[in-house]
Nanobody, 123 residues
């Protein structure tokens, strides 16, 4: 399962930065792709980024490309989402999720979800 650290979220101003950690337990990062998703009020949940189980394939949603970076630390069993140049439209609850095997780095078939972290970007 995926455990997302609430301490990684928070309130920031436009143009600021946050880093969200997702600590996994009960499985190895070698066996799962890890994705970041977000859901804003009145909007559908959307995929933000994904990193494959090998770490070699990474994808980003177009609206965050060039601003967000996904990475992993195998020693800490943690996947990070570094968010820079934040905009008010980035405000949402962010979730990490795991896809078994997940070689493609797209996270279209995730099975395990974290509890979510609120990110709010003020004007």
């Amino acid at each position: 399962r995926c455990s997302c650290r609430r301490s990684g979220g928070g309130l920031v101003e436009t143009g600021g930065s946050l880093r969200l950690p997702c600590v996994t337990s009960g499985f190895s990062l070698d066996n799962y792709a890890i994705g970041w998703f977000r859901q804003a009020p009145e909007k559908e949940r959307e995929r933000v980024s994904c990193i494959s189980s090998t770490g070699s394939s990474i994808s980003y949603e177009d609206s965050v490309k060039g601003r967000f970076t996904i990475s992993r630390d195998k020693g800490k069993n943690t996947v990070y989402l570094q968010m820079n140049s934040l905009k008010p439209e980035d405000t949402a609850v962010y979730y990490c999720a795991a896809e078994p095997y997940g070689l493609g780095g797209l996270c279209y078939s995730v099975n395990y979800w974290g509890k979510g972290t609120q990110v709010t970007v003020s004007s």
